[in-house]
């Protein structure tokens, strides 16, 4: 595509229930990163991914957190047991490779968990 | 470990007038310094960024910044303002030797309002 594409724009989850959210990369972009935007934290690294391989996963904030990429492409980041503190914008970036400067961000995932 | 701070959380200016929005960071190592935009309820796009040679950078839409080594600052600036530049600005450093190489940290945010 265009650009990098994100489902679902929103989701409203109830709390304790677990939710996927999805980001397709640009086409050929090899490195991916997932940040959260939250009114009291800005915005946060959660993880990066080169390839289908996580090597920092240093900031997802709990075990309830995790995320895997397939086929070199689409990643999903999922919470389980979701708590009220886990409502935010989850943003995904792509980039051609890590050595690539340039970061192309996604509309973003708002999470509201109710 | 790099932290980055934005110094105004919010600037309101006034249509045609100059603007700066400021921004100093904290690194034990070299830097790549960036500056994003995101408009309400959009994703961030990136205005400019600095890597090495000229500190004086030039962006899209008219903006540009100046990095300055001595002070650890990356300021913003745009010489006459248009409504349409209001929207939350982000500065950001990256640690090129890190393992993470584009892993970003950003600042708070500076919402910028222009008046007409």
């Known amino acids: 595509g265009a650009g990098v594409s994100q489902s679902p724009s929103n989701k409203v989850t109830e709390k304790g229930k677990d939710v996927e959210l999805r980001c397709d990369p640009i086409s050929g972009h090899t490195a991916l990163y997932w940040y959260r935007q939250s009114l009291g934290q800005g915005l946060e690294f959660l993880i990066y991914?080169?390839?289908?391989?996580?090597?920092?996963k240093s900031g997802l904030p709990s075990d309830r957190f995790s995320a895997e990429r397939t086929g070199g492409s689409v990643s999903t980041l999922t919470i389980q047991r979701t708590q009220q503190e886990d409502s935010a914008v989850y943003l995904c970036a792509s980039s051609f490779s890590q050595m690539n400067t340039e970061a192309f961000f996604g509309q973003g995932t708002r999470l509201t968990v109710v | 470990a790099q932290s980055v701070t934005q110094l105004d959380s919010q600037v309101p200016v006034f249509e045609e007038a100059p603007v700066e929005l400021r921004c100093n960071y904290s690194?034990?190592?070299?830097?790549?310094l960036f500056w994003y935009v995101q408009y309400p309820n959009q994703g961030l796009q990136l205005l400019l960024k600095y890597l090495s040679g000229s500190t004086l950078v030039k962006g899209i839409n008219g903006f540009e910044a100046e990095f300055n080594k001595s002070q650890t600052s990356f300021h913003l600036r745009k010489p006459s303002v248009h409504i349409s530049d209001t929207a939350e600005y982000f500065c950001a450093v990256s640690d090129p030797g890190g393992t993470s190489y584009g892993k970003l940290t950003f600042g708070q945010g500076t919402i910028l309002t222009v008046h007409p």
């Open positions: 991914f080169q390839g289908n391989s996580a090597p920092d």
């Open positions: 690194s034990s190592v070299s830097v790549y």
